[in-house]
């Protein structure tokens, strides 16, 4: 399962852990995905959707229909 977000398109991002002896090694960013399922009024029934935390914040405030609205715009299938 890829970490990114249906929304805001976040995907991880990569630098490295730097140890005491300042050896480099690779690392992950990952963002905060969380699964949640919202009712779609416009189409009588649930989606679930992979956000980020800030995405959730987002659909909160604008409301889900919008938010599939923007998905769909990205040409994410809902």
């Not at 890829?2 to 991002?13: D, E, F, V």
């Not at 935390?53 to 889900?64: L, N, S």
């Not at 599939?68 to 715009?73: E, F, T």
């Amino acid at each position: 399962m890829s970490a990114h977000c249906m929304l805001t398109g976040a995907r991880p991002g990569f630098g490295n852990r730097i140890s005491r002896s300042h050896r480099r090694t690779s690392r992950r960013f990952d963002p905060n995905i969380q699964t949640r399922r919202y009712w779609l009024p416009g189409e009588g029934r649930y989606v679930r959707l992979r956000l980020s935390t800030k995405a959730i914040k987002t659909v909160d405030a604008i409301g889900v229909e919008a938010a599939v609205v923007r998905i769909r715009a990205r040409g994410v299938k809902v």
